[in-house]
């Protein structure tokens, strides 16, 4: 008998402090959210093959977690595939231009892609790749 759960990632959650600068940034990258978004507290986005990213206020989530909310620093990583290296500069230089860090600037990396990483609104690092 099959005793494995069949559990399979259906979403990513990014805890933020405030959803109008979080969704203004994810859209720098390309991601699309309904308007109005930046009043809600939960937003959520479909990614290309099911995975849905969502936004939820700390605010929020806070009525119902016990202790304090998870801080930014977390153990999670998100990646987002650009089509090309000049892509990868291209969302980098969006990213930091909007005001936000840069954690490393864009390089080409020993494994094969064109590589940056970010930090979102709450302190998030976003790494920015293309295969080359």
């Known amino acids: ?20 600068t979080s969704v203004a940034f994810y859209r720098l990258l390309g991601l699309t959210f309904p308007d109005g978004a930046e009043g809600e507290a939960h937003v959520e986005r479909t990614l290309r093959g099911g995975l849905r990213l ?7 989530v806070e009525t119902f977690h016990p202790g304090p909310a998870p801080s930014p620093d977390g153990r999670m990583s998100l990646a987002f595939k650009l089509p090309s290296a000049d892509a990868v500069d291209d969302a980098w230089k969006r990213v930091t231009a909007a005001g936000h860090g840069s954690v490393l600037e864009p390089f080409d990396a020993p494994w094969g892609q064109r590589y940056a990483t970010v930090r979102d609104p709450d302190g998030q690092s976003l790494d920015l790749f293309a295969w080359t």
Not at 11 to 17: A, E, K, P, R
């Open 1 to 20: 008998m099959d005793e494995t759960i069949g559990a399979e990632v259906d979403m990513i959650g990014i805890l933020v402090t405030d959803m109008a």
């Open 54 to 60: 969502a936004l939820d206020l700390q605010s929020m």
